[in-house]
């Protein structure tokens, strides 16, 4: 059968939408090429109009991508579909990657980056979106670096980033939200090259987090901090962002190796927000 794949490129840096995808048909062949050359070109992809999607579809969709990482958040995780991880304000957990409100800081990420066993991509699906906030930001990792000085970009490449589960803690703890990020203060921080290079593209990208990458090796606390603050207002700066405002029944795939994403603030005893998340595992070697 045919099907009429178009992706649509948003007019921001990044993004584009994703027509004639369906996460009720695993991508196989010249469909799974397309799906993984527009990841890699646009970092975000929106795939509308999911509604009729199962869970157990958007399992086997998003394994066509690679093989599955399970959340150590347990509780969070959808009772006989573990692959499915619940992110909102529903449920016996809330999981929440928002500030509390408008004046809140932002927490920009890549997910599991705090892991040794990394994500390479996920995909979240809106199953109930609150009618105010809750929009979820993108930001272009492969701009960030290139607008970089050359001093800079060859002084980046020698630098490790320790990211550790502390950080998210005490971010949430600062939001007045639960302090608890998950079991990632069980094992041991992850250290990452801050520049990493794209495998597919060979472009190179920066890999940190405004929370979650808590020290620079080799350098004290208070000057990590500042240059992390500097870092993210220049990488994550309007200019490299997509913002998306969700519908429900959207799916978006995105590639944690070029984009960071961050959510934004939205009622949490307001509307139900329930996403469902699949995460992707990095397989390509680690830097
Ligand atoms: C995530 C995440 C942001 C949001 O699910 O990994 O960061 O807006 N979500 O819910
Ligand atoms: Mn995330």
């Known amino acids: 059968a045919s099907v009429n794949l178009r992706i649509e490129p948003t007019d921001r840096v990044i993004g ?4 004639g995808f369906d996460l009720a048909r695993v991508p196989k062949g010249d469909e799974l090429e397309r799906l993984e050359d527009a990841l ?7 795939i509308p109009n999911q509604h009729h999607a199962t869970p157990a579809q958007q399992i086997a969709f998003s394994r066509a991508l690679g093989p599955l990482e399970l959340s150590d ?12 991880f619940v992110v909102g304000n ?8 928002s500030p509390a409100d408008d004046l809140g800081e932002l927490e920009w990420h890549s997910d599991h980056i705090h892991l040794k066993v990394r994500a390479r991509a996920s995909l979240l699906l809106a199953r109930a979106v609150p009618p105010v906030g809750g929009d979820t930001l993108f930001a272009c990792m492969y701009s960030a670096y290139d607008a970089l000085n050359a001093e800079q970009q060859s002084a980046y490449q020698h630098l ?12 949430l703890a600062e939001q007045g939200l639960d302090a608890d990020a998950g079991d990632g203060d069980l094992v041991a921080p992850a250290v990452w090259p801050l520049v990493r290079t794209h495998p597919r593209s060979g472009r190179k990208a920066l890999y940190f987090g405004n929370q979650v990458s808590v ?3 080799g350098w004290p606390r208070d000057r990590t901090k500042a240059f992390i603050a500097e ?5 994550c700066r309007p200019a490299f962002r997509y913002r998306h405002r969700w519908q429900t029944g959207d799916a978006v795939l ?11 603030p939205y009622e949490l005893n307001g509307p139900a927000r329930e996403m469902h998340r699949t995460t992707i595992r990095e397989i390509e070697p680690t830097h």
């Open 231 to 235: 870092l993210t207002a220049h990488a």
């Open 40 to 46: 890699e070109a646009y970092g975000v992809l929106v």
């Open 254 to 264: 995105w590639d944690n190796r070029r984009v960071l994403h961050a959510g934004t």
């Open 90 to 97: 529903i449920g016996k957990k809330r999981v929440t990657f």
């Open 73 to 84: 958040m347990e509780a969070a995780l959808m009772p006989g579909h573990p692959e499915i």
């Open 16 to 19: 584009a939408i994703a027509h």
């Open 160 to 171: 490790n980033v320790v990211n550790d589960v502390s950080g998210l803690d005490a971010y």
């Open 215 to 217: 020290d620079v090796v």
